[in-house]
């Protein structure tokens, strides 16, 4: 096996701290003809979906690549903006945020850039750019704030390909969810009383967060535990009862069983009990998406309003507001403090070593 070098590189090249931020991913545009290459690499990742290979393989290139990008296509177009995918958007805004705040700490000695598992840019391009730029030292951080093994899991599993195809690889770091962390509670938080300040407070506070299989959680995933972390955690800085609020799962796909309750089902037996108002909020997701925008803006809210409810509303998620910028700052300044106060690779000391190693081959 021949590794990935890096063609021209400079021994005396002074290194930095690179940062990446990952999200999900995105189609590059709302057709059929975008959504079948986006789909197939999706759902070809045995994190995704764990059934026997040859068999998924059948099922996926023989019924699914035929049928649902077109339907996904129709979704998309519904939630596309004049700069493209929402979800590629918010990462970037995120991005340029998060390095904005960190060119003001830390200089040039930081640089940040963002990627998609799925997609483009990819996590091996971005990987490549990090490093041809200088970074002798990665910090991965996944926008997913709940670990599962089809998000976090999926990324370093992303990150660990493209690791063993380099001759060298840099001091390394993953976040692998910040659930609890209090300033990423303390951010949702103040969004949801921001729009209780406008449109008031609901019969009931909803916690919608993406599902996955009922097994995984049988079999040890802390997906599950850590989105009612989350959830208890968000309504004890907002002060409220048990009976106040709820946590869900939506975006089921298959046949068996997922976590429960369901986001849809249970919208719609909350308005045949008589509750009128409704807010959803969405906590695992750092950035609005298909499954923010459309699933849960548009789709289960006519659940709700079809089955007596009255009153409908989404809180947005996180996105590139200020409070979540700079907790993602925080969280990530936190985490290379130590490389921080190292001296700096590369540079006078570089230099020096370089031309000592010279002087010794010339000898």
């Not at 990819?122 to 002798?136: F, K, M, P, Q, T």
Request: one cysteine or more; hydrophobic letters at 35%; charged letters at 25%.
């Amino acid at each position: 096996m021949k590794y990935q070098g890096t063609p021209g590189y400079d021994h005396a090249q002074t290194g930095c701290v690179g940062i990446l931020l990952t999200n999900l991913g995105t189609p590059e545009a709302p057709d059929k003809a975008a959504l079948r290459p986006y789909l197939k690499q999706f759902l070809s990742d045995p994190r995704v979906v764990e059934v026997p290979r040859l068999l998924w393989w059948m099922i996926l290139n023989g019924i699914i690549l035929n049928v649902r990008p077109a339907r996904s296509a129709a979704a998309y177009r519904t939630v596309w903006t004049d700069e493209g995918s929402p979800l590629l958007l918010h990462t970037r805004q995120q991005a340029e945020g998060v390095a904005q705040r960190m060119s003001a700490r830390f200089g040039d000695r930081v640089i940040v850039d963002y990627a998609m598992r799925y997609g483009n840019p990819s996590i091996d391009s971005a990987l490549h750019s990090l490093i041809e730029r200088g970074a002798r030292k990665l910090l991965v951080l996944p926008l997913y704030p709940q670990y599962s093994g089809p998000t976090s899991g999926s990324t370093f599993d992303a990150v660990a390909a493209d690791f063993v195809k380099r001759r060298w690889l840099p001091d390394f770091q993953f976040i692998a969810s910040y659930h609890d962390q209090p300033g990423y509670i303390a951010s949702v938080a103040g969004s949801i009383s921001d729009h209780w300040k406008e449109h008031g407070r609901p019969d009931r506070l909803m916690f919608s967060y993406h599902g996955e299989p009922r097994r995984y959680l049988d079999e040890g995933d802390p997906y599950h535990c850590q989105c009612h972390k989350t959830s208890r955690l968000v309504a004890e800085s907002l002060g409220l009862d048990e009976g106040e609020y709820i946590t869900a799962f939506q975006s089921r796909f298959g046949r068996e069983e997922w976590l429960k309750p369901y986001t849809d089902e249970t919208l719609r037996e909350l308005a045949a009990s008589g509750v009128r108002h409704v807010q959803v909020v969405c906590p695992g997701f750092s950035a609005d998406c298909l499954e923010t925008i459309e699933e849960i803006g548009i789709e289960n809210r006519d659940y709700f309003l079809e089955a007596g409810g009255e009153r409908y509303e989404y809180i947005p998620c996180l996105n590139a507001g200020d409070p979540h910028l700079d907790f993602i700052t925080e969280l990530a300044a936190q985490r290379i403090a130590p490389w921080m106060e190292a001296p700096a690779e590369g540079g006078e000391n570089a230099a020096r070593m370089a031309e000592a190693l010279k002087t010794r081959s010339a000898a």
